[in-house]
Protein backbone atom coordinates (compact mmCIF):
# COMPACT_ATOMS: atom_id res chain seq x y z
CA UNK A 1 0.00 0.00 0.00
CA UNK A 2 2.68 2.48 0.86
CA UNK A 3 5.62 1.85 -1.77
CA UNK A 4 8.30 1.60 0.28
CA UNK A 5 6.68 1.83 4.33
CA UNK A 6 6.07 5.13 6.13
CA UNK A 7 8.94 7.52 5.82
CA UNK A 8 11.32 6.72 8.89
CA UNK A 9 10.97 9.32 11.60
CA UNK A 10 7.80 10.67 11.74
CA UNK A 11 4.24 10.98 13.36
CA UNK A 12 1.20 9.49 11.86
CA UNK A 13 -2.31 9.41 12.64
CA UNK A 14 -4.19 6.45 12.65
CA UNK A 15 -8.13 7.01 12.62
CA UNK A 16 -11.47 4.63 12.60
CA UNK A 17 -14.31 3.89 14.39
CA UNK A 18 -14.66 1.52 17.72
CA UNK A 19 -13.43 -2.11 16.96
CA UNK A 20 -12.64 -1.23 13.54
CA UNK A 21 -8.75 -2.29 14.16
CA UNK A 22 -6.42 0.84 15.16
CA UNK A 23 -4.89 -0.73 18.56
CA UNK A 24 -4.32 -4.08 16.26
CA UNK A 25 -2.81 -2.73 13.48
CA UNK A 26 -0.65 -0.17 15.88
CA UNK A 27 0.59 -3.01 17.63
CA UNK A 28 1.62 -4.62 14.72
CA UNK A 29 3.48 -1.72 13.75
CA UNK A 30 5.68 -2.58 17.27
CA UNK A 31 5.83 -6.24 16.12
CA UNK A 32 7.36 -5.79 12.96
CA UNK A 33 9.77 -3.08 14.42
CA UNK A 34 10.99 -6.13 17.75
CA UNK A 35 11.15 -8.21 14.69
CA UNK A 36 13.86 -6.06 12.90
CA UNK A 37 15.72 -6.00 15.88
CA UNK A 38 14.29 -2.46 16.77
CA UNK A 39 13.78 -0.54 20.42
CA UNK A 40 9.68 -0.12 20.28
CA UNK A 41 7.64 1.80 22.99
CA UNK A 42 4.15 1.27 23.80
CA UNK A 43 2.19 4.19 25.40
CA UNK A 44 -0.80 2.67 26.99
CA UNK A 45 -3.99 5.07 27.72
CA UNK A 46 -6.84 3.04 26.63
CA UNK A 47 -6.08 -0.50 27.60
CA UNK A 48 -4.01 -1.41 30.52
CA UNK A 49 -0.55 -3.39 29.49
CA UNK A 50 -1.68 -6.72 30.92
CA UNK A 51 -5.00 -6.75 28.62
CA UNK A 52 -2.88 -5.75 25.93
CA UNK A 53 -0.22 -8.45 26.52
CA UNK A 54 -2.84 -10.88 26.74
CA UNK A 55 -4.94 -10.14 23.77
CA UNK A 56 -1.71 -10.35 21.53
CA UNK A 57 -1.42 -13.42 22.92
CA UNK A 58 -4.23 -14.83 21.39
CA UNK A 59 -2.49 -13.58 17.80
CA UNK A 60 0.47 -15.59 19.07
CA UNK A 61 2.20 -12.63 19.19
CA UNK A 62 4.93 -11.74 22.10
CA UNK A 63 5.24 -8.62 22.96
CA UNK A 64 7.92 -8.78 26.34
CA UNK A 65 11.00 -6.76 24.40
CA UNK A 66 8.34 -3.87 24.49
CA UNK A 67 8.77 -0.93 26.38
CA UNK A 68 5.54 0.22 28.21
CA UNK A 69 4.51 3.52 29.39
CA UNK A 70 1.57 2.32 31.39
CA UNK A 71 -0.65 5.73 31.21
CA UNK A 72 -4.49 3.89 31.81
CA UNK A 73 -6.70 5.06 34.55
CA UNK A 74 -5.96 3.53 38.00
CA UNK A 75 -8.59 1.12 38.82
CA UNK A 76 -9.11 2.13 42.41
CA UNK A 77 -9.34 5.66 41.66
CA UNK A 78 -12.00 4.99 38.92
CA UNK A 79 -14.09 2.78 41.03
CA UNK A 80 -13.85 5.35 44.05
CA UNK A 81 -14.55 8.71 42.07
CA UNK A 82 -16.22 6.90 39.22
CA UNK A 83 -14.49 9.45 36.59
CA UNK A 84 -11.48 9.04 35.11
CA UNK A 85 -10.15 12.14 34.62
CA UNK A 86 -7.98 13.13 37.82
CA UNK A 87 -5.79 9.80 40.21
CA UNK A 88 -4.27 8.37 37.09
CA UNK A 89 -1.06 7.72 37.04
CA UNK A 90 1.87 6.82 34.40
CA UNK A 91 4.92 3.99 35.05
CA UNK A 92 7.76 2.37 32.46
CA UNK A 93 8.72 -0.89 32.19
CA UNK A 94 8.96 -3.64 30.06
CA UNK A 95 6.42 -5.58 29.07
CA UNK A 96 7.93 -8.77 30.39
CA UNK A 97 7.66 -7.18 33.85
CA UNK A 98 3.95 -6.93 33.21
CA UNK A 99 1.48 -9.25 34.78
CA UNK A 100 -1.26 -7.80 36.42
CA UNK A 101 -3.08 -4.30 36.36
CA UNK A 102 -0.78 -2.02 37.66
CA UNK A 103 -1.62 -1.01 41.46
CA UNK A 104 -0.68 2.86 42.13
CA UNK A 105 1.12 2.04 45.02
CA UNK A 106 3.67 -0.14 43.56
CA UNK A 107 5.65 2.55 41.81
CA UNK A 108 6.29 6.26 42.05
CA UNK A 109 3.39 7.18 39.81
CA UNK A 110 3.07 10.74 38.42
CA UNK A 111 -0.08 12.19 37.04
CA UNK A 112 -0.87 12.00 33.11
CA UNK A 113 -0.42 14.98 31.26
CA UNK A 114 0.75 15.62 27.71
CA UNK A 115 3.97 16.82 29.20
CA UNK A 116 4.17 13.77 31.83
CA UNK A 117 3.94 11.64 29.39
CA UNK A 118 6.89 13.81 27.03
CA UNK A 119 8.81 13.31 30.28
CA UNK A 120 8.47 9.94 30.66
CA UNK A 121 9.42 9.09 26.76
CA UNK A 122 12.30 11.33 26.91
CA UNK A 123 14.01 9.36 30.05
CA UNK A 124 13.05 6.26 28.83
CA UNK A 125 15.25 7.28 25.70
CA UNK A 126 17.55 8.24 27.89
CA UNK A 127 17.88 5.54 30.02
CA UNK A 128 17.99 3.40 26.76
CA UNK A 129 21.16 5.45 25.57
CA UNK A 130 22.61 4.92 28.59
CA UNK A 131 21.73 1.05 28.63
CA UNK A 132 23.07 0.71 25.10
CA UNK A 133 25.24 2.99 22.94
CA UNK A 134 23.73 4.91 20.29
CA UNK A 135 20.40 2.91 21.93
CA UNK A 136 17.39 4.95 20.71
CA UNK A 137 13.33 3.46 20.23
CA UNK A 138 12.52 3.50 16.62
CA UNK A 139 9.24 3.18 16.73
CA UNK A 140 6.27 4.41 19.19
CA UNK A 141 2.59 3.57 19.69
CA UNK A 142 0.62 6.20 21.32
CA UNK A 143 -2.78 4.87 21.91
CA UNK A 144 -5.10 7.03 21.82
CA UNK A 145 -4.26 10.96 22.08
CA UNK A 146 -7.76 11.17 22.57
CA UNK A 147 -7.37 9.58 25.92
CA UNK A 148 -4.34 11.50 26.62
CA UNK A 149 -6.31 14.60 25.85
CA UNK A 150 -9.26 13.72 27.90
CA UNK A 151 -7.06 13.15 30.70
CA UNK A 152 -4.78 16.29 30.84
CA UNK A 153 -6.64 18.98 28.85
CA UNK A 154 -8.32 21.55 30.41
CA UNK A 155 -9.39 23.55 27.37
CA UNK A 156 -7.18 26.37 25.73
CA UNK A 157 -3.53 25.04 25.98
CA UNK A 158 -4.34 21.98 24.04
CA UNK A 159 -3.13 23.27 21.00
CA UNK A 160 0.11 24.14 21.93
CA UNK A 161 0.67 21.43 24.07
CA UNK A 162 -0.03 19.08 21.59
CA UNK A 163 1.58 20.80 18.78
CA UNK A 164 4.96 20.36 20.83
CA UNK A 165 4.23 17.29 21.80
CA UNK A 166 3.99 16.43 18.03
CA UNK A 167 7.35 18.52 17.23
CA UNK A 168 9.28 16.52 20.59
CA UNK A 169 7.97 13.45 18.66
CA UNK A 170 9.51 14.44 15.41
CA UNK A 171 12.95 15.64 17.00
CA UNK A 172 13.34 12.15 18.24
CA UNK A 173 13.30 10.81 14.92
CA UNK A 174 11.07 8.07 15.93
CA UNK A 175 8.05 6.55 13.87
CA UNK A 176 5.23 6.68 15.79
CA UNK A 177 1.98 5.91 15.00
CA UNK A 178 -0.53 8.17 17.14
CA UNK A 179 -4.38 6.81 17.32
CA UNK A 180 -6.97 9.39 17.51
CA UNK A 181 -10.71 10.11 16.81
CA UNK A 182 -11.67 13.00 16.69
CA UNK A 183 -14.38 14.20 19.45
CA UNK A 184 -15.83 16.46 17.62
CA UNK A 185 -15.42 15.43 13.29
CA UNK A 186 -15.99 19.37 12.40
CA UNK A 187 -12.97 20.41 14.16
CA UNK A 188 -9.80 19.03 13.19
CA UNK A 189 -7.69 18.25 15.73
CA UNK A 190 -4.10 19.68 16.10
CA UNK A 191 -2.67 16.18 16.30
CA UNK A 192 -4.29 15.76 12.22
CA UNK A 193 -2.42 19.05 11.47
CA UNK A 194 0.84 18.11 12.27
CA UNK A 195 1.26 14.63 11.70
CA UNK A 196 3.21 13.52 8.17
CA UNK A 197 0.16 11.09 7.17
CA UNK A 198 -3.02 9.68 7.83
CA UNK A 199 -3.77 6.37 7.92
CA UNK A 200 -8.03 5.25 8.23
CA UNK A 201 -9.32 1.76 9.47
CA UNK A 202 -12.76 1.05 8.57
CA UNK A 203 -15.49 -0.87 9.96
CA UNK A 204 -18.86 -1.76 8.58
CA UNK A 205 -21.90 -4.52 8.79
CA UNK A 206 -22.61 -6.25 5.73
CA UNK A 207 -25.65 -8.48 5.80
CA UNK A 208 -24.73 -10.01 9.15
CA UNK A 209 -20.30 -9.78 8.74
CA UNK A 210 -18.70 -7.21 9.82
CA UNK A 211 -16.54 -6.03 7.53
CA UNK A 212 -12.81 -4.02 7.12
CA UNK A 213 -10.78 -2.51 5.52
CA UNK A 214 -7.97 -0.18 5.55
CA UNK A 215 -6.67 2.83 3.71
CA UNK A 216 -4.22 6.02 3.36
CA UNK A 217 -6.51 9.26 3.32
CA UNK A 218 -3.18 11.17 2.64
CA UNK A 219 0.82 11.00 3.35
CA UNK A 220 3.48 13.44 2.72
CA UNK A 221 7.07 12.59 1.24
CA UNK A 222 6.20 9.38 -0.47
CA UNK A 223 3.93 7.74 -3.03
CA UNK A 224 0.82 5.59 -1.77
CA UNK A 225 -1.71 3.65 -3.30
CA UNK A 226 -5.05 5.07 -2.52
CA UNK A 227 -7.43 2.39 -2.60
CA UNK A 228 -9.39 0.58 -0.34
CA UNK A 229 -7.98 -2.38 0.86
CA UNK A 230 -10.11 -5.21 2.33
CA UNK A 231 -8.77 -6.28 5.84
CA UNK A 232 -8.93 -8.87 8.55
CA UNK A 233 -8.74 -9.70 11.97
CA UNK A 234 -7.98 -13.57 12.44
CA UNK A 235 -6.11 -16.12 13.78
CA UNK A 236 -2.62 -14.21 13.19
CA UNK A 237 -3.61 -10.46 13.47
CA UNK A 238 -4.03 -8.59 10.73
CA UNK A 239 -4.34 -9.56 6.69
CA UNK A 240 -4.00 -6.54 4.16
CA UNK A 241 -5.51 -8.24 0.63
CA UNK A 242 -3.94 -6.65 -2.15
CA UNK A 243 -6.90 -5.45 -4.14
CA UNK A 244 -10.64 -4.89 -4.09
CA UNK A 245 -12.34 -7.97 -5.17
CA UNK A 246 -14.00 -8.81 -8.38
CA UNK A 247 -17.13 -7.41 -10.16
CA UNK A 248 -20.23 -9.86 -8.35
CA UNK A 249 -17.27 -10.75 -5.21
CA UNK A 250 -16.40 -9.06 -2.01
CA UNK A 251 -15.94 -5.46 -2.09
CA UNK A 252 -16.08 -3.43 -5.04
CA UNK A 253 -14.75 -0.55 -5.76
CA UNK A 254 -18.00 1.17 -5.91
CA UNK A 255 -18.28 0.08 -1.94
CA UNK A 256 -14.66 1.47 -1.32
CA UNK A 257 -15.98 5.10 -3.04
CA UNK A 258 -18.97 4.94 -0.77
CA UNK A 259 -16.54 4.23 2.41
CA UNK A 260 -14.49 7.27 1.19
CA UNK A 261 -17.95 9.29 0.52
CA UNK A 262 -19.19 8.29 4.08
CA UNK A 263 -15.53 9.45 5.79
CA UNK A 264 -15.57 12.88 3.81
CA UNK A 265 -19.36 13.38 5.25
CA UNK A 266 -18.55 12.60 8.40
CA UNK A 267 -15.79 15.36 8.52
CA UNK A 268 -18.15 17.89 7.01
CA UNK A 269 -16.12 17.82 3.92
CA UNK A 270 -19.42 18.23 1.71
CA UNK A 271 -18.20 19.00 -2.07
CA UNK A 272 -15.55 16.00 -1.62
CA UNK A 273 -18.48 13.73 0.14
CA UNK A 274 -19.96 14.59 -3.10
CA UNK A 275 -17.49 14.02 -5.66
CA UNK A 276 -17.04 10.47 -4.00
CA UNK A 277 -20.74 9.81 -3.89
CA UNK A 278 -20.55 10.26 -7.66
CA UNK A 279 -18.06 8.03 -8.28
CA UNK A 280 -19.53 5.39 -6.38
CA UNK A 281 -22.95 5.89 -8.18
CA UNK A 282 -20.85 5.61 -11.40
CA UNK A 283 -19.09 2.22 -10.41
CA UNK A 284 -22.05 0.39 -9.22
CA UNK A 285 -23.91 0.91 -12.31
CA UNK A 286 -20.45 0.31 -14.16
CA UNK A 287 -20.72 -3.28 -12.27
CA UNK A 288 -24.11 -3.88 -12.41
CA UNK A 289 -23.59 -3.79 -15.85
CA UNK A 290 -20.58 -6.18 -16.26
CA UNK A 291 -22.60 -8.51 -13.92
CA UNK A 292 -25.29 -8.46 -16.16
CA UNK A 293 -23.42 -8.84 -19.07
CA UNK A 294 -21.72 -11.87 -16.90
CA UNK A 295 -25.28 -13.52 -15.40
CA UNK A 296 -26.39 -13.85 -19.45
CA UNK A 297 -22.85 -15.42 -21.02
CA UNK A 298 -23.34 -17.85 -17.97
CA UNK A 299 -27.10 -18.82 -19.13
CA UNK A 300 -26.02 -19.16 -22.70
CA UNK A 301 -23.46 -21.63 -21.57
CA UNK A 302 -25.93 -23.58 -19.41
N1 LIG B 1 -8.06 -12.80 18.59
C1 LIG B 1 -8.90 -12.17 17.78
N2 LIG B 1 -9.39 -12.78 16.68
C2 LIG B 1 -10.23 -12.15 15.86
N3 LIG B 1 -10.66 -10.91 16.03
C3 LIG B 1 -10.21 -10.24 17.08
C4 LIG B 1 -9.31 -10.82 18.00
N4 LIG B 1 -9.04 -9.92 18.96
C5 LIG B 1 -9.75 -8.82 18.64
N5 LIG B 1 -10.45 -9.02 17.52
C6 LIG B 1 -11.34 -8.05 16.86
O1 LIG B 1 -10.65 -6.84 16.73
C7 LIG B 1 -11.48 -5.78 17.15
C8 LIG B 1 -10.74 -4.80 18.03
O2 LIG B 1 -9.71 -4.23 17.31
P1 LIG B 1 -8.96 -3.01 18.00
O3 LIG B 1 -8.90 -3.17 19.46
O4 LIG B 1 -7.68 -2.86 17.27
O5 LIG B 1 -9.97 -1.85 17.63
P2 LIG B 1 -9.79 -0.29 17.87
O6 LIG B 1 -10.00 0.35 16.54
O7 LIG B 1 -8.52 -0.04 18.57
O8 LIG B 1 -11.03 0.01 18.79
P3 LIG B 1 -11.20 1.12 19.93
O9 LIG B 1 -11.46 2.42 19.21
O10 LIG B 1 -12.39 0.65 20.67
O11 LIG B 1 -9.93 1.13 20.73
C9 LIG B 1 -12.55 -6.34 18.00
O12 LIG B 1 -13.76 -5.74 17.63
C10 LIG B 1 -12.55 -7.80 17.72
O13 LIG B 1 -13.68 -8.09 16.92
MG1 LIG C 1 -8.06 0.60 20.51
Keep these: MLNGGLPAGRPYIVTGPPGSGKSILGTHFLLEGMRNGEACMLVALDEPPSEIKTNMATFGWNLDALTTVDA ?3 IKSHKKKNVIDVGTALDVRGMDQVTDVRKSMQLRTQEVTIHSVQ ?6 ARDLRERVAGGHFSRI ?16 DARILVQSFLRFLSELEVTTLIVSNPLTPERLDSEFLLSRGEILTHKWIDGNAVRRAISIEWMRGTAFDERVRPMTIGRNGITVFPSTRKVGGETGQAEAALLRGVVALNRKRFEEAVRHLITAKTRLTEEMRLHDVARRAGGKDA
Design 72 to 74: TPD
Design 119 to 124: KMIKQS
Design 141 to 156: LIDSMTALKRFSLKSE
